[in-house]
């Protein structure tokens, strides 16, 4: 509710990531004529990075509200309530959880108007949502994290540029096997965002394939599993001291 | 003390507190170093196959090619982050005491526009050493090369007399976007990836018409020594300057009859 009262928290995830992807797909359309290349639209090849980006903005934004209660003392006050931390945790990532599914399927709706049609079908465009819920899950435990251990708005924008520097430097615009640099197709193959990338963009141009859906699915998990970890690890601290 | 004399004077105060702040806290001298430098290493490290598309011809490869696209965001945003720093005065209540004790109000922006040229050049040498350390390939003579940093510096004070109006008119920190998103689409709307030719559909028509695109293949032109379009360029950069001045000028007086 309160990220919807805030026009800019909704607009930005929804309107950045799809500029992006314009100037991109526009931009880098000429790579498609690399042989090897697996489709032949760069926006198709393209459209998996807004699910990613808009995760992360949507993340970002509402962990720095998160942390502003903590800042004001509402999260204090919240914990003299007889609600139980770990219900405001869970409360606090469905929220999250929600706006994602929400920017999903907005994506997914452009693109299609754009001309993209799932290689994997109407399934694959279920498959597509519940992909990104666990990878949304994932950024945003990591994002509360980030707002409990330190209580600070700046921390948690802090984590933008690195959450930005991932994402960039994963294979979100060129396939891992055309990467001609060795030391950067290396960094993208050890960079878990690549295997969010491929697994929705798996869906996107090429079908069912379980390989790049299974290691998308286990990178998803195990940022959610560690997210959540720390996450409820740092509200047991913060709910001690108060 | 003679009216030039007091603009200087108020120039130098606010560059070099503006300066201060941006050597001193890794908060702004961190982020304004490492976002070009990871734009660099991303796009080079991730495209360079790109030089493999049929009518990809650029003579020094594709790290230079991507340099000057580097170089020339370097220079806008190095301004456009100038401007946040106005609005950031504004908010704190600085620059109201600025503007009763500044003798010459327009010092106040050629302070500001100082210090932006400051923090790109700063920026700037830093890349162009990492690029150099990556093997860059060179091919434009000294007058050449500095003919390219010359566009920069012309971006860049361009970027911040432009930040500068918007800073001095919204006079919050919340304006971020407004001074910010321009210019990010400016210079995307460009043909950052590929040359003009290879660009195909909307976004070729939108490149053909953005001034940015001449700075570009100027800007590439130099560094390969195949020179194209720089009097344009050189053209196009002095109106830019000509024009914001005018537009942070007019900021400045809103500014100081709001009080």
């Known amino acids: 509710m309160r990220t919807a009262r805030q026009p800019a928290n909704v607009v930005f995830p929804l309107i950045f ?10 931009g880098l359309k000429a790579a498609t004529n690399l042989p090897g290349f697996p489709t032949s639209s760069f926006l198709a090849f393209a459209l998996a990075v807004p699910f990613i980006q808009g995760a992360l903005l949507a993340t970002i934004n509402a962990n720095v509200e998160f942390a502003r209660d903590i800042q004001t003392g509402f999260l204090n006050r919240l914990a003299l309530t007889p609600v139980r931390g770990l219900v405001l945790l869970v409360g606090q990532l469905g929220g999250l959880l929600t706006i994602a599914l929400v920017q999903a399927v907005f994506y997914l709706a452009v693109g299609t108007a754009f001309g993209v049609r799932l290689a994997s079908g109407i399934g694959g465009a279920f498959m597509l949502l519940v992909l990104e819920a666990v990878i949304a899950l994932g950024f945003a435990a990591l994002g509360s994290w980030a707002a409990l251990k330190t209580g600070s708005t700046e921390a948690v924008q802090g984590l933008f540029p690195v959450f930005f520097v991932f994402l960039f430097l994963s294979s979100m615009n060129m396939p891992r096997n ?46 959610s599993a560690i997210g959540f970890a720390l996450a409820i690890h740092a509200l047991w601290h913060r709910l001690e001291r108060t | 003390m003679t009216q030039f004399e007091d603009t200087i004077a108020v120039a130098r105060g606010v560059a070099w507190r503006v300066l201060h702040t941006f050597f001193t806290n890794k908060a702004f001298l961190l982020p304004s170093v490492a976002f070009p430098l ?10 360079s196959r790109i030089r493999d598309v049929p009518g990809f011809d650029f003579p020094t ?35 109201r005491r ?16 100082l210090s932006a040229l400051v923090r790109w050049l700063t920026v700037v040498s830093i890349v162009t050493v990492v690029a150099l350390l990556a093997h860059m390939q060179v091919g434009g003579n000294g007058v050449e090369l500095f003919g390219l940093y010359l566009l920069g510096l012309l971006l860049n004070l361009a970027g911040a007399l432009w930040a500068a109006g918007v800073a001095m008119r919204l006079r919050t920190q919340q304006a971020a976007p407004v001074m910010q998103m321009p210019v990010f689409l400016i210079l995307f709307f460009a043909p950052v990836y590929v040359p003009l030719g290879l660009l195909q559909g909307w976004i070729h028509g939108v490149a053909s018409v953005n001034p940015v695109t001449a700075l ?27 024009g914001f001045s005018f537009w942070a000028v007019r900021g400045l007086r809103r500014a100081e009859a709001a009080g």
């Open chain 2, 98 to 113: 600025l503007m009763v004790a500044a003798p010459n109000r327009g010092g106040i922006l050629l302070g500001y526009a």
């Open chain 2, 38 to 47: 990871f734009f660099f290493t991303a796009f080079v490290g991730a495209l």
């Open chain 1, 178 to 223: 055309l990467i001609q640099a060795d030391w950067f197709r290396w960094i993208a193959t050890v960079n878990p965002v690549s295997y969010l990338i491929e697994a929705v963009r798996s869906l996107v141009i090429e079908g069912w394939n379980w390989e790049a859906l299974g290691l998308g699915f286990a990178a998803a998990g195990a940022l």
């Open chain 1, 17 to 26: 990531p799809m500029l992006l992807l314009a100037v991109n797909a526009g």
């Open chain 2, 61 to 95: 490869g594709y790290t230079a090619f991507q340099f000057v696209f580097v170089l020339l965001q370097s220079a806008a945003f190095a301004g456009v982050f100038t401007g946040f720093g106005i609005a950031r005065d504004f908010e704190s209540g600085f620059m």
């Open chain 2, 216 to 242: 570009l293949e100027a800007g590439r032109g130099l560094i390969s020594g195949d020179r194209q379009l720089t009097v344009a360029a050189f053209a196009i950069g002095i109106g830019l300057v000509v």
